[in-house]
C-alpha cells in the first residue's frame, strides 16, 4: 500500500511521528497547492479522497502540527479546571471564614509545596518521560476535585479539608507543571517555539475568559459541589487529550541500576547543577529573576478577587464569586489579545516589550484598585490582562529561546516556583489588607511594579538586549 504525505498546510499527515515542520524534497515543495503529494505513487484501486489544502493565517502556525492540537487540547481541559478552581476555592475559603487572611492562607497552602519540592519536579522533567508525568498529575488533581465535590454534597466541609486539599494539589502542580512547561520543544520544534508558546498563552487566556464565569454560574445556581464536579468532568477531557501524543522518552535520563540512595544523591546534584546554571548564565537569571518580581507583584489580584468582589460589588461570598469570575473573564480578553499579538510578531525587542508589559500590567492594578463602577474596573481588567499576558508569555519565550535544553526542565522548574512566590505576596497582601483595606494593599503593590520595570529598564542593558 502507497504511503501518502500532505504538505504543510494539508488538514492530515501521513504517521503520527512525522512532524509538521519536518524537512521535504524539492518535489514536494514545487507540487501544486491543491494536490495530494505522494512518497509512493498511490494505485487506482486504492485512491484515497482527496483532501484540500487547508492555509492558516502565520499566527496560528503551531496548528499544522497533530501533536500540538492534542496537546493544546488537553491544555485548555487542565486550565479550564484550574481557572475554575481559582475562583470556586478562594470563594468557598471566604464564604467559610469571612477573611481576606483566611482567603490567602489557601493560595499559602498551595504554595509551599510549590516552592520547595518544584525544583524537583524539574529533575523529573529531565529524566521521566513527560507525557507519563503529566498524565500521572492529570489524575491527581482529578482524584482531589472529586474528594472536594464529595465532601461539599456531604455537607462535612471544612477550613481543614479545604487547607489540605490546596497542599495535595501544590505539590501536584510542583512535579508536573516543569514537565508541562518543558513540553512545547518536543511537540512543536524551535522553529516555531515562540508561536506555539503564543498559542498556548492564548488558549490558557480563553480558558480565563470563559472558565471562571461558568464555575461562577455554577456555584451561584447549583452551589460549590458542582463546581467541583466541573472540574473533575475537565480533569477528564485533560487526560483523554493527552493519552493521543506521541510518547517521548527522557531528555537527560539518569543511570540506569542506581540504588535509591544513589538516585537521591544525584538528583540533588541535579538541582545543583541547574541552580549553578542559572547563577551562571546572566541572561536566565536575568529573565528568572524579573519574571518572580513581577510575578509577586502583579498577581495576587487575581487571587484575592472573591473577597474583593463580595465587599464591593456584590451583597454575598455567593455572589463574589460570580463577580469575581467575570472580572477574570473579562481580563481574558486583553490577555487574549496580547498573547495573539506575540504569536504574530517575530523575535525582536522581546527585552524591551517584556519591561512594556511588566509596566502595562501595574498600571492595569492601579486602575482597578480606584474604580468604583463595575463597567469601568472591567475596563481595568481588561489593561490588567494585556500586561499579564505579555510578562507570561514573553518569559517563558525567553527563556525556551536562550536555555540550553539539557537543563530546559530544571530551569523551567524554577520558572514554575513563581507561582509559589505569587502565593506568598497573596497571603501577606491579604494580612494588610485587615488594617490598611484591600484597595490600598491592592494599589501598592501596582506601584511596585511599575518601579521594578523602570529600574530594570534603567540599570539592566542585558534585559533591554534581549531579542
Not at 482529578?142 to 456531604?154: Q, T
Not at 461562577?216 to 493521543?244: E, K, N, R
Not at 506568598?424 to 518601579?451: D, K, M
Request: a neutral charge; glycine letters at 10%; proline letters at 3%.
Amino acid at each position: 500500500m502507497a504511503r501518502l504525505q500532505f504538505r504543510r498546510g494539508d488538514s492530515a499527515v501521513a504517521t503520527p511521528t512525522e512532524r509538521g515542520d519536518a524537512p521535504r524534497d524539492a518535489a514536494l515543495e514545487s507540487a501544486p497547492a491543491a494536490e495530494l503529494d505522494t512518497l509512493d505513487a498511490p494505485t487506482a484501486e486504492a485512491a484515497p479522497t482527496v483532501r484540500h489544502r487547508i492555509k492558516l493565517p502565520r499566527t496560528f502556525d503551531s496548528f499544522y502540527d497533530r501533536e500540538f492540537r492534542w496537546f493544546y487540547a488537553s491544555m485548555l481541559g487542565h486550565m479550564a479546571s484550574m481557572n475554575m478552581q481559582l475562583v470556586i476555592r478562594g470563594a468557598l475559603a471566604y464564604a467559610l471564614t469571612n477573611s481576606y487572611a483566611a482567603l490567602g492562607l489557601v493560595g499559602l497552602a498551595g504554595a509551599l509545596p510549590q516552592l520547595f519540592i518544584s525544583v524537583f519536579g524539574g529533575v523529573i522533567a529531565d529524566r521521566k518521560p513527560k507525557k507519563t508525568v503529566m498524565q500521572l498529575g492529570q489524575a491527581a488533581s482529578l482524584v482531589n476535585a472529586m474528594i472536594l465535590a464529595a465532601c461539599e454534597f456531604l455537607g462535612v466541609m471544612t477550613m481543614e479539608i479545604l487547607l489540605i486539599s490546596a497542599a495535595a494539589q501544590g505539590i501536584t502542580m510542583a512535579l508536573m507543571m516543569p514537565s508541562r512547561q518543558a513540553m512545547l520543544p518536543d511537540v512543536v520544534g524551535h522553529d516555531r517555539l515562540m508561536n506555539a508558546v503564543a498559542l498556548n498563552m492564548a488558549g490558557m487566556n480563553t480558558m480565563r475568559l470563559f472558565a471562571p464565569a461558568l464555575g461562577g454560574a455554577i456555584v451561584a445556581v447549583w452551589g460549590f459541589g458542582w463546581g467541583f464536579t466541573a472540574m473533575s468532568v475537565l480533569y477528564v477531557i485533560a487526560i483523554i487529550c493527552m493519552s493521543q501524543l506521541t510518547w517521548r522518552p527522557a531528555s537527560a535520563p539518569g543511570e540506569e541500576g542506581q540504588s535509591l540512595r544513589e538516585v537521591g544523591k544525584s538528583a540533588f546534584a541535579d538541582i545543583a547543577g541547574g541552580i549553578t546554571y542559572i547563577w551562571r548564565d546572566h541572561k536566565m537569571f536575568i529573565i528568572l529573576s524579573f519574571a518572580f518580581i513581577s510575578s509577586a507583584f502583579g498577581m495576587p489580584l487575581q487571587f484575592l478577587l472573591p473577597g474583593y468582589a463580595a465587599e464591593y460589588f456584590a451583597d454575598s461570598a455567593e455572589g463574589g464569586v460570580g463577580i469575581a469570575g467575570l472580572f477574570l473573564s473579562v481580563s481574558a480578553i486583553g490577555a487574549l489579545g496580547g498573547a495573539l499579538w506575540l504569536a504574530s510578531i517575530q523575535d525582536k525587542n522581546r527585552g524591551w516589550m517584556l519591561l512594556g508589559g511588566g509596566a502595562v500590567l501595574g498600571v492595569g492594578i492601579i486602575l482597578f484598585a480606584l474604580m468604583d463602577s463595575f463597567i469601568l474596573a472591567c475596563a481595568a481588567m481588561v489593561v490588567f490582562g494585556l500586561g499579564s499576558s505579555f510578562r507570561m508569555g514573553l518569559s517563558q519565550g525567553l527563556l525556551h529561546s536562550y536555555v540550553e535544553n539539557a537543563y530546559r526542565g530544571r530551569v523551567m522548574a524554577v520558572f514554575m516556583t513563581q507561582m509559589a512566590m505569587m502565593q506568598f505576596t497573596t497571603f501577606f497582601v491579604g494580612v494588610a489588607a485587615e488594617f490598611v483595606g484591600i484597595r490600598v494593599a491592592i494599589g501598592s503593590l501596582g506601584v511596585l511594579l511599575i518601579i521594578t520595570a523602570g529600574l530594570y529598564a534603567a540599570f539592566v542593558p542585558t534585559v533591554r538586549r534581549l531579542q
